[in-house]
């Protein structure tokens, strides 16, 4: 076994259970912080695909300001109130269909894939910012302006939704 597969694992164990414990976990901000360790782990695997942008882009997006706003709303919400609102059972039906049918979806796509190696890990340079960069700029530009369109008018909305009388 060599260093690449044994770190690999490490990672995948890693990510695998941060995530059963981010669900077993009673205390939100401690899920919150399990999150955070699952992104760690998910940037481990990009580096080792040679996405180092990815990886970047995925602690500093994710792990920093997305938890960081995560972390914010639970506390602003109190989740530590004794009160437990009502179960809507027709909710809880639906969830555990579409999850199931999203299992049956995995499974399927899992059973029809080539078995021989799905990832080459550390091949080519698709991964790296100058690449990307090429490509998000001459083959996406419109896709990548209409984005930044959306996210502008975002930003805008959310300001007039928050600004006062």
């Keep these: 076994m060599n260093i690449i597969t044994l770190i690999f694992i490490l990672l995948s164990a890693m ?10 976990s009673k205390n939100p901000v401690k899920s919150i912080l399990w999150l955070i360790v699952v992104f760690f782990a998910i940037s481990g695997h990009y580096i080792m695909l040679n996405a180092q942008f ?3 882009v ?3 997006v994710y792990a920093g300001a997305i938890m960081v706003l995560f972390l914010f709303v639970v506390m ?8 437990e609102p009502a179960r809507n059972m027709r909710l809880q039906m639906v969830g555990i269909i579409s999850g199931g049918s999203l299992l049956l979806i995995l499974l399927s796509s899992l059973m029809k894939t080539n078995k021989e190696q799905l990832v ?3 091949v080519g340079d698709a991964g790296l910012i100058k690449n990307l960069g090429n490509v998000l700029f001459t083959n996406y ?5 209409i984005a930044s369109v ?3 008018s975002a930003m805008i909305g959310a300001v ?3 600004k006062k009388n």
């Design 160 to 162: 007039v939704i928050g």
């Design 150 to 152: 959306l996210f502008l």
């Design 120 to 122: 080459l890990m550390r």
């Design 15 to 24: 990510a695998v259970g941060s995530a059963v414990m981010m669900l077993l």
């Design 76 to 83: 602003l919400m109190n989740l530590n109130s004794t009160e």
């Design 141 to 145: 530009v419109l896709p990548f302006e």
């Design 54 to 56: 990815l990886a970047v």
């Design 58 to 60: 995925n602690i500093i």
